[in-house]
């Protein structure tokens, strides 16, 4: 039995053309890639370099950064940044969103493929990187906010196509910056722009009030017109 288990773990490795192709992407960019030190080195035997799963999610991150905009220099600092030891919790500084309270969370590819099954795809893992949620960091991934994976997971998991998740995440987005900027002009107006930090929850109560209202009263809309409110 537990060699059995011991197999199921064991990790795919590819030869240099063998992952190229599950990459979608020619040798001589692997290769480029490789040089760049956008990669890790590979499993060496004999005269054959062996890569595995990590490099091939690695690749994958790299077209989606560099569908997102990113140039192949910033990807590089990126990853040495994360290589050397950066403190995960300067993510937001990388990705550009500034200081956060969200909690990162460092997941391994097959990790983030657990809490999306069968939903990783090229096209989610781009959409994800172009709203900021995720971020290279080293072989692993880093999801910028722990309560936000874990909502996501839980609507994949009730039958909500990821890519409706990350589509209704951006419109949410949206209002949501409209919002933070209603409260920021308030309290910059009429107290100060340093007691920002500090009323910060005060917004977040009214937000969160106001939606749960909100939700109410769609619910009872759909119940008086004995209707749901998406019919």
């Known amino acids: ?24 992407i020619p040798v001589r960019t692997l290769r480029f ?9 590979p499993r060496r035997e004999g005269r054959i370099a062996w890569y595995d799963d990590h490099h091939l999610a690695r690749l994958r991150t790299i077209a989606a950064l ?22 995960v919790s300067q ?5 550009g969103i500034g200081w956060s309270e969200e909690t990162p969370v460092r997941l391994t590819p097959e990790a983030l493929a657990d ?3 069968g939903e990783v795809t090229p096209e989610n893992l781009a ?23 874990d909502v ?3 609507l994949v998991r009730e039958g909500v196509p990821l890519a409706a998740v990350l589509e209704t995440g951006r419109r949410v987005r949206e209002h949501a910056d409209a919002m933070a900027l209603l409260f920021t002009e308030l309290i910059s107006t009429h107290i100060s722009p ?15 009030a106001e939606l749960t209202m909100a939700m109410d009263r769609l619910l009872a809309s759909g119940t008086d017109s004995g209707q749901t409110p998406s019919s």
């Open 1 to 24: 039995m537990a060699k059995e288990e011991t197999q199921a773990k064991t990790v795919r490795e590819y030869r240099t053309e063998e992952l190229a192709e599950a990459a979608g």
């Open 33 to 41: 890639y490789r040089e760049r030190k956008l990669l890790p080195p």
């Open 66 to 87: 560099l569908e997102r905009g990113h140039t192949l220099g910033g990807i590089a600092e990126l990853t040495a940044a994360f290589e050397s030891g950066r403190d």
């Open 91 to 95: 993510l937001g500084e990388l990705l």
């Open 115 to 117: 809490y999306f099954e």
């Open 127 to 149: 959409a994800s990187l172009d709203l900021g949620y995720l971020a290279v960091d080293g072989d692993a991934i880093v999801h910028v906010s722990r309560r936000l994976l």
């Open 152 to 154: 996501s997971s839980a």
């Open 194 to 208: 340093d007691a920002l930090t500090r009323l910060r929850p005060l917004a977040k109560s009214v937000v969160e």
